[in-house]
């Protein structure tokens, strides 16, 4: 099971957003099983998603297009995990 991880995203963005901008940039058909909130002191909430649907490094690539990216006012932190 691979896991995306994304920090510092705008408070109150919804699933649906989230899972919108990885399918923009994964460059292939993914799918988000399970979406995790991390809220932390509430400065920069994160999500662990877990990802399925996809190609060894798909998810690899995906975190590089993601890691630094500014969206929603935020520049987005992201990692992968496999567990």
Same mark, same amino acid.
């Given at each position: 099971?691979?896991?995306?991880?994304?920090?510092?995203?705008?408070?109150?963005?919804?699933?649906?957003?989230?899972?919108?901008?990885?399918? %923009?940039? $994964?460059?292939?058909?993914?799918?988000?099983?399970?979406?995790?909130?991390?809220? /932390?002191?509430?400065?920069?909430? @994160?999500?662990?998603?877990?990802?399925?649907?996809?190609?060894?490094?798909?998810?690899? %690539?995906? $975190?590089?297009?993601?890691?630094?990216?500014?969206?929603?006012?935020?520049?987005? /932190?992201?990692?992968?995990?496999? @567990?």
């Amino acid at each position: 099971m691979e896991r995306l991880w994304i920090v510092n995203i705008a408070p109150g963005t919804s699933d649906e957003e989230l899972k919108a901008l990885v399918l %923009k940039y $994964a460059g292939e058909p993914i799918e988000c099983t399970e979406l995790q909130h991390v809220e /932390g002191d509430g400065s920069r909430p @994160a999500v662990l998603m877990t990802i399925t649907g996809k190609k060894f490094d798909t998810l690899g %690539k995906l $975190a590089l297009r993601l890691n630094g990216m500014y969206w929603k006012g935020r520049a987005l /932190g992201c990692s992968t995990m496999i @567990a």
